[in-house]
């Protein structure tokens, strides 16, 4: 397709350049005539007899309609398109903090994708991973951004319309930072800053300089959830008990100040407030009380930000962004794409969720809403398997009700990717039976990866399932994927490998046991001449698949914690193999851990399905890790 614009395009130039390659066309006075129109409100794109036009509101509204133009014309000579923005702000949330710090060029082409969809803001969740002057140890070899990595960033994220904003940590989630002796002065406890101590001000003080400066926005998320130890560590033992309702308001204060200094606008996570009200310390606890002094005594210039990314009501989503309001602003909401804690997107519970709380959004008004990509864990996942996710908030952005059926041509267009092949990326963990009332989405391709052979300790929940027909089925619908979206952002042969791998190993321990218990020497010795090392082969294989795309996307720090989990389970199945054989032949005459009753541990009482398993360390053995 060749296109010649027409209109004023200095603000949109580079811009254009750049999506050119993505959607396929060419600048040229010869091209289809286009005029480009600044308007103001709804977003309008047309071709009539031969011309084409696009009028936008906002930078990012115009990329939208870039790419709505280019998607339509493949498919008809004449149309019209209008749409309204519901919110003023759609963005992203990338976290950068689980090990897996995307590089430069592949948050640009994150960039390229979103821009596409009609994103207008991008934060990257940065606990320690960028530099703070004279700060060696704070993301010491963690691949923290550099200021001039970031100022690029910032720079090219301009060029669509997206605001870059910084997203960090001022009190809670500093595990990483505070493991180091050189920062014992401003640990509450081995996560939490010490609220109240003067050097951790100084210290937070060179932390929002350092990472702001790099950004054109004047916008900070300071964080500040999940900060359990909050008053109950060190300060307890320095000051004795004090209200925690008033530590943390201190704390803000105290924050926002240094923002003020710096002329920024700061956001935080609004979950402290909810959890210290509800007798049970959960967020979204209906029967929570906040006291009235302390609404009263929050200050005025902070946003709350509400995450929530587990309910699946409308109703409940109203009531909270209304129990928000009654701090007397209308907050920020951050849902969830559901790529935490395992492989693949679960995102048949994502769509639960985000259609929920968006309409709930929309109706109450809210105007800023972002989708927060989190890694947890290790980053098993990628970010770009996140990007039907996006494009679901995109089309809710833009419409007052999703048209699902625009929602699948859509995500085709901007990702060359089908809306069911990034579905299929559910099934590696909505697995027969899985019970989906529960709270968090099962991730059963995780345990069942990790699990130790010898151990079983998942083996009685999963023993009906038939993972193994499940996965092989998988394989093959991956396999065929592979082949289909060659050179795409998202290729699926990690997932490809790794169902390769849990078509034999999802219900190894159980056959193991099952012979064992039976004494059929010989189909034991045939699991472990056989069968042990053809898994291992297929380990080695998706490790070395998974390697691949790592240092495509990631810094190189954090690559060493799978290396390590990959080379656990090799060792741990040569292991296996060597304990059967020397049974088999007779060194041994039992093996212990075949022995031990296998015992459930996260079967509902109707025996449904899985559960989440977090934590690596809780996966793969009982014992001290």
């Known amino acids: 397709?060749?296109?010649?614009?027409?209109?004023?395009?200095?603000?949109?130039?580079?811009?254009?350049?750049?999506?050119?390659?993505?959607?396929?066309?060419?600048?040229?006075?010869?091209?289809?005539?286009?005029?480009?129109?600044?308007?103001?409100?709804?977003?309008?794109?047309?071709?009539?007899?031969?011309?084409?036009?696009?009028?936008?509101?906002?930078?990012?509204?115009f990329y939208r309609a870039l790419g709505l133009f280019a998607e339509a014309y493949q498919e008809k000579e004449q149309f019209h398109i209008s749409e309204k923005p519901q919110f003023r702000t759609v963005g992203t949330m990338i976290d950068c903090s689980r090990n897996a710090?995307?590089?430069?060029?592949?948050?640009?082409?994150?960039?390229?994708?979103?821009?596409?969809?009609?994103?207008?803001?991008?934060?990257?969740?940065?606990?320690?991973?960028?530099t703070v002057e004279n700060e060696p140890y704070f993301g010491h070899m963690r691949g923290r951004y550099s200021h001039e990595e970031l100022k690029k960033l910032d720079d090219y994220a301009f060029q669509f319309g997206i605001e870059l904003i910084p997203c960090i940590q001022t009190l809670g989630h500093m595990k990483m930072v505070l493991k180091w002796p050189a920062y014992h002065d401003v640990r509450e406890d081995e996560d939490v800053l010490l609220a109240g101590e003067e050097k951790t001000y100084a210290f937070i003080e060179k932390m929002v300089q350092a990472v702001s400066d790099p950004f054109r926005s004047n916008r900070i998320h300071i964080g500040m959830d999940e900060a359990w130890g909050m008053g109950l560590g060190r300060n307890l033992l320095q000051n004795g008990y004090r209200d925690r309702f008033e530590i943390f308001i201190d704390h803000i204060k105290r924050v926002l100040e240094i923002t003020e200094k710096h002329d920024l606008n700061p956001m935080i996570w609004s979950d402290m407030f909810f959890r210290m009200g509800s007798k049970t310390n959960k967020y979204t606890d209906p029967e929570a009380d906040i006291?009235?002094?302390?609404?009263?005594?929050?200050?005025?210039?902070?946003?709350?930000?509400?995450?929530?990314?587990?309910?699946?009501?409308?109703?409940?989503?109203?009531?909270?962004?209304?129990?928000?309001?009654?701090?007397?602003?209308?907050?920020?909401?951050?849902?969830?794409?559901?790529?935490?804690?395992?492989?693949?997107?679960?995102?048949?519970?994502?769509?639960e969720d985000a259609n929920a709380a968006l309409g709930a959004c929309k109706k109450e008004?809210?105007?800023?809403?972002?989708?927060?990509?989190?890694?947890?864990?290790?980053?098993?996942?990628?970010?770009?398997?996140?990007?039907l996710g996006l494009q679901l908030f995109a089309e809710h952005a833009y419409s007052e009700h999703l048209n699902e059926e625009k929602l699948k041509k859509r995500v085709e267009f901007c990702t060359g990717i089908s809306f069911h092949a990034f579905m299929d990326l559910t099934l590696l963990d909505g697995t027969p039976k899985i019970n989906?009332?529960?709270?968090?989405?099962?991730?059963?391709?995780?345990?069942?990866?990790?699990?130790?052979?010898?151990?079983?300790?998942?083996?009685?929940?999963?023993e009906d399932?038939?993972?193994?027909?499940?996965?092989?089925?998988?394989?093959?619908?991956?396999?065929?994927?592979?082949?289909?979206?060659?050179?795409?952002?998202?290729?699926?042969?990690?997932?490809?490998?790794?169902?390769?791998?849990l078509n034999l190993k999802s219900d190894l321990g159980i056959r193991l046991r099952k012979v064992y218990l039976q004494k059929d020497v010989g189909q034991l010795k045939q699991i472990a001449e056989e069968e042990i090392p053809e898994i291992i082969r297929r380990i080695n294989l998706?490790?070395?698949?998974?390697?691949?795309?790592?240092?495509?996307?990631?810094?190189?720090?954090?690559?060493?914690?799978?290396?390590?989990?990959?080379?656990?389970?090799?060792?741990?199945?040569?292991?296996?193999?060597?304990?059967?054989?020397?049974?088999?032949y007779g060194s041994i005459v039992s093996i212990e851990e075949l022995e031990e009753e296998r015992l459930p541990l996260d079967r509902t009482p109707e025996g449904l399905g899985t559960g989440f398993w977090k934590k690596y360390q809780n996966i793969v053995s009982p014992n001290v890790f």
């Open 1 to 61: 397709m060749k296109l010649k614009f027409e209109g004023e395009l200095e603000r949109l130039i580079e811009g254009i350049d750049i999506l050119s390659q993505e959607m396929g066309f060419q600048q040229s006075d010869e091209g289809l005539p286009l005029k480009i129109e600044k308007t103001s409100g709804k977003l309008e794109v047309s071709l009539t007899d031969g011309h084409g036009l696009i009028k936008y509101d906002q930078k990012n509204h």
């Open 101 to 130: 710090v995307m590089t430069v060029p592949a948050v640009q082409e994150f960039m390229h994708k979103v821009a596409l969809m009609g994103f207008n803001m991008v934060m990257l969740y940065t606990e320690d991973t960028y």
């Open 365 to 387: 008004g809210v105007q800023e809403v972002f989708a927060a990509i989190w890694q947890d864990d290790g980053a098993e996942n990628t970010h770009f398997s996140a990007l």
């Open 436 to 462: 989906q009332e529960n709270r968090w989405p099962a991730n059963v391709s995780k345990y069942v990866l990790w699990q130790d052979p010898l151990l079983g300790l998942f083996d009685k929940d999963i």
């Open 465 to 501: 399932l038939h993972l193994a027909e499940h996965y092989k089925e998988l394989e093959s619908r991956f396999a065929d994927y592979v082949n289909r979206y060659e050179g795409k952002a998202y290729d699926f042969r990690v997932v490809w490998k790794l169902c390769a791998v």
């Open 291 to 351: 006291p009235e002094k302390v609404i009263n005594n929050m200050p005025a210039d902070v946003d709350f930000v509400y995450w929530d990314y587990y309910n699946r009501d409308e109703d409940f989503f109203r009531t909270f962004i209304n129990k928000h309001k009654a701090f007397g602003r209308m907050p920020v909401f951050a849902g969830g794409i559901q790529t935490w804690g395992t492989f693949g997107t679960f995102y048949e519970r994502t769509f």
């Open 542 to 584: 998706l490790r070395e698949e998974q390697r691949e795309h790592w240092f495509k996307t990631y810094k190189p720090f954090g690559w060493e914690v799978l290396d390590l989990r990959y080379g656990g389970m090799t060792s741990r199945m040569e292991t296996t193999r060597k304990r059967v054989l020397d049974y088999v």
